[in-house]
């Protein structure tokens, strides 16, 4: 608060007029005696204290201050200033002292009975705190964060949060024609229905009409629209959301932030051309906006052009090095160029630039286990692991479970990679991929067959015409001695593989061997050679008797 400010204030206290008290003795002005002197005694303590504040004296200030409150109340804007300056200082008590005071004035202004309400709040009287509150809400003019720290009370409290829906709409009255004011209401409706599932309904019914509202009002201010843009789509109006963007790209075809949301609109509903030509002109507009590159990138990646993506999220990295969703995409990027090891690089980078997430450490996991660092790979996803369990809800879903199980079998540890496969199917007991890959394991193993059995039949059920998946079930039904059946299914896999597979066929040959069929075993061994060197497929080879035998 400023000198001239203060002094002002104070001069306007000892000029008041006032009546004589009952026995009171008048002075020369007519004001009574004991009245003057408190207010003589008022602008002495108040020239005290500036004194004492021009010299670092803040103690000082503060008790000449706080003297000149108990002798005059009149001065608002002094009384607001000690008041905020014991609540700044931790000093609740000697704030409420004098609040509490000037709360039964009846000229006392909303602002006052607002810093009231803080003062009680910080104090732990709550129930005091809400009425201070609502009488500052009842006092013009009214400002939203006297209606924004009511509703936090009452939305906290589930016996009173029905409450919020009426006094919200006063708040919509008082600010109808206020498009900030009704935005930050809007704000309010969305918390509401965020603490009280059971308001969530009506609350957002009535936010979007306040929205409606505010775009009724053509706002001059862009930003405002684009914030209303932006609660629309929060409440998954999608379509007023574009409506309102392309309302605001219409007045201003330069604005880049209304263009970059309609790019990531267009992106979103699939809409791939459209996003790529929104995102060129966002180029010329803002050609240093990193967030256009990334947008670019994230193209050329639904593309699968990812020589280009990579181009695009590099130049936003250089842009800006804290952008954390361009380095997890680059590595996306380059993860599909199949290069793990520049991958992993740009991983290492993006952890002096950004903070840890779940997406950096799950994609060092997979760029590492690619590289067969299968220890540093396990290290990478246990990170991940901690960092997405405190998500709501976690990011460690079955499909993360699934790609560390998978890893760990592997590197070999059989136990662990059991124990991540198994964490899969109880978050999803359907999930195909993990039941065939457990399923394998233990087959291959010869162990839990009629456990495995039942997986890979689930898992084919699932997706009858994956080779891997009939491949698992023909290896599962030889280890369980059923070798023709074995071959029926194995024969199925072999014609369902778009490419040679070495183990696919190793295992027919195995089958065809079991069934006594010379010839087939002895082709498909062959065949499993020319794909992938084996000393155990060749020793198979080599002691099978030859053509034409049974």
């Given at each position: 608060m400023s000198i001239g400010l203060l002094g002002s204030g104070c001069r306007s206290s000892l000029t008041h007029g006032g009546s004589a008290g009952e026995g009171g003795k008048r002075g020369s002005s007519g004001t009574p005696r004991a009245d003057w002197e408190r207010r003589a005694e008022a602008h002495a303590a108040f020239a005290a204290g500036l004194v004492r504040g021009m010299n670092g004296d803040a103690e000082g200030l503060m008790t000449y201050f706080e003297r000149v409150t108990e002798n005059d109340l009149s001065n608002h804007e002094l009384v607001s200033d000690v008041a905020r300056r014991f609540l700044q200082q931790g000093k609740v008590d000697r704030a409420l002292k004098l609040l509490d005071r000037i709360a039964t004035r009846p000229e006392t202004p909303g602002e006052l009975h607002a810093l009231h309400g803080v003062a009680l709040a910080q104090a732990g009287?709550?129930?005091?705190?809400?009425?201070?509150?609502?009488?500052?809400?009842?006092?013009?003019?009214?400002?939203?964060?006297?209606?924004?720290?009511?509703?936090?009370?009452?939305?906290q409290d589930r016996k009173r949060s029905a409450e919020t829906l009426p006094l919200l709409a006063t708040a919509r009255g008082a600010f109808s024609k206020d498009p900030s004011g009704l935005l930050e209401i809007a704000d309010l409706y969305r918390a509401v229905g965020a603490a009280d599932t059971r308001l969530q309904v009506r609350a957002q019914a009535a936010m979007l009409e306040v929205l409606d509202r505010i775009r009724s009002l053509r706002p001059e201010d862009p930003s405002i629209l684009l914030r209303v843009a932006d609660r629309y789509a929060q409440t998954g109006k999608a379509d007023l959301s574009e409506a309102v963007l392309r309302e605001v790209h219409e007045r201003a075809p330069r604005n880049p932030a209304a263009l970059a949301r309609l790019a990531e609109l267009s992106l979103r509903s699939g809409r791939i051309p459209e996003a790529s030509r929104q995102l060129e002109a966002l180029r010329k507009i803002d050609p240093a906006n990193p967030v256009t590159?990334?947008?670019?990138?994230?193209?050329?990646?639904?593309?699968?052009?990812?020589?280009?993506?990579?181009?695009?999220?590099?130049?936003?990295?250089?842009?800006?090095?804290a952008l954390e969703p361009a380095h997890t995409d680059l590595a996306v990027a380059l993860l599909s160029l199949e290069r793990p090891e520049e991958?992993?690089?740009?991983?290492?980078?993006?952890?002096?630039?950004?903070?840890?997430?779940?997406?950096?450490?799950?994609?060092?996991?997979?760029?590492?286990?690619?590289?067969?660092?299968?220890?540093?790979?396990?290290?990478?996803?246990?990170?991940?692991?901690?960092?997405?369990?405190?998500?709501?809800?976690?990011?460690?879903?079955?499909?993360?479970?699934?790609?560390?199980?998978?890893?760990?079998?592997?590197?070999?540890?059989?136990?662990?990679?059991i124990e991540y496969l198994e964490k899969a199917l109880e978050l999803k007991p359907d999930f195909d991929e993990a039941l065939n890959h457990l399923g394998y394991l233990w087959a291959d193993k010869g162990t839990n067959l009629a456990r495995a059995r039942a997986m890979i039949e689930q898992a084919v059920r699932a997706e009858p015409e994956n080779p891997a998946y009939l491949d698992?079930?023909?290896?599962?039904?030889?280890?369980?001695?059923?070798?023709?059946?074995?071959?029926?299914?194995?024969?199925?896999?072999?014609?369902?593989?778009?490419?040679?597979?070495?183990?696919v066929l190793d295992h027919l040959g195995d089958a065809a061997a079991a069934c006594r069929r010379w010839d087939l075993a002895r082709e498909a061994w062959e065949a499993s050679?020319?794909?992938?060197?084996?000393?155990?497929?060749?020793?198979?080879?080599?002691?099978?008797?030859?053509?034409g035998s049974k």
């Open positions: 009287r709550i129930d005091e705190a809400l009425e201070a509150y609502l009488r500052a809400a009842a006092k013009p003019p009214v400002v939203v964060a006297v209606y924004q720290a009511v509703v936090r009370i009452l939305a590159y990334y947008f670019l990138g994230v193209v050329a990646l639904e593309e699968k052009q990812f020589e280009r993506a990579r181009n695009h999220f590099e130049r936003a990295i250089l842009l800006n090095p991958a992993s690089t740009a991983l290492d980078r993006a952890r002096r630039e950004i903070a840890p997430s779940f997406r950096l450490e799950y994609l060092s996991g997979v760029a590492r286990s690619q590289l067969k660092r299968y220890d540093q790979a396990f290290e990478a996803y246990q990170a991940a692991e901690r960092l997405g369990s405190t998500n709501r809800p976690p990011l460690t879903d079955h499909r993360f479970y699934f790609q560390v199980g998978a890893m760990l079998e592997r590197k070999g540890d059989e136990a662990r990679s698992s079930l023909g290896w599962v039904l030889f280890k369980l001695g059923r070798h023709a059946e074995a071959l029926e299914w194995l024969t199925k896999a072999r014609a369902r593989l778009t490419e040679p597979d070495a183990t050679l020319r794909v992938e060197a084996s000393p155990t497929v060749r020793r198979k080879l080599e002691t099978a008797p030859p053509s």
